[in-house]
């Protein structure tokens, strides 16, 4: 059974760092393009940016709200996915899910989701 | 960016109902569209994608429709674990983005 688990959440003080870890297992790992979502406390959903397979040289994208504070890197001999984050701001509290693009480019496969609280 | 807007935002609906949730995009998006269940405190589930194909294992009672910049969400007759909240997303382009949602309640 294809499953993702994430880990690395809690609470940082604003400016502060954070890595969110998310393992993958049952899949081809390095054949996937992998994502990362989140979700404001009782807000919609934000798709925060996506990493590419080696086929596509690992090449990232990126909200606008994130870009140039949080980077998306993979190891595909560990079959993970990570999201550091760096000057973190109140607002970027949220449930930071990782995700699979499936079929389509769909998000298939979805993590459990993991609490980042942004506070002082 | 890409605008997503979805219709209604809230729903009150009794099992039995036809449901119908609409999608409209800011731009032409082909059929590059995916259809996502949330429930309080999960991970969304993925439904539909492109627009239309249901994803495997999902229940029969759901399909998508559309294409270009208005989409369809039918859910053919509600059942009590179909209460929930319904996001649209568009893969077309960068930045992805996602519908504000549609709550459905039990009426």
């Known amino acids: 059974e294809v499953q993702l688990v994430e880990s690395g959440g809690g609470l940082v003080q604003p400016g502060g760092s954070l890595r969110l870890s998310c393992a993958a297992s049952?899949?081809?790992?390095?054949?996937?393009?992998m994502d990362w979502v989140r979700q404001a406390p009782g807000k919609g959903l934000e798709w925060v940016g996506r990493?590419?397979?080696?086929?596509?040289?690992?090449?990232?994208e990126y909200a606008a709200s994130v870009k140039g504070r949080f980077t998306i890197s993979r190891d595909d001999s560990k079959n993970s996915l990570y999201l550091q984050m760096n000057s973190l701001k109140t607002e970027d509290t949220a449930v930071y899910y990782c995700?699979?693009?499936?079929?389509?480019?769909?998000?298939?496969?979805w993590g459990q989701g993991n609490l980042v609280t942004v506070s002082s | 960016d890409i605008q997503l807007t979805q219709s209604p935002s809230f729903l009150s609906a009794s099992v039995g109902d036809r449901v119908i949730i609409t999608c409209r995009a800011s731009?032409?998006?082909?059929?590059?569209l995916a259809w996502y269940q949330q429930k309080p405190g999960k991970a969304p589930k993925l439904l539909i994608y492109s627009a239309s194909t249901l994803q495997s294992g999902v229940a029969s009672r759901f399909s998508g429709s559309g294409s270009g910049t208005e989409f369809t969400l039918t859910i053919s007759s509600l059942q009590p674990e179909d209460f929930a909240t319904y996001y649209c997303?568009?893969?077309?382009?960068?930045?992805?983005?996602f519908g504000p949602g549609t709550k459905v309640d039990i009426k």
């Open positions: 997303q568009q893969v077309k382009s960068y930045p992805q983005t």
């Open positions: 990493i590419r397979n080696k086929a596509n040289s690992y090449t990232t």
């Open positions: 049952a899949f081809i790992f390095s054949d996937y393009y």
């Open positions: 995700a699979r693009a499936g079929v389509g480019a769909a998000f298939d496969y």
């Open positions: 731009q032409g998006i082909s059929s590059s």
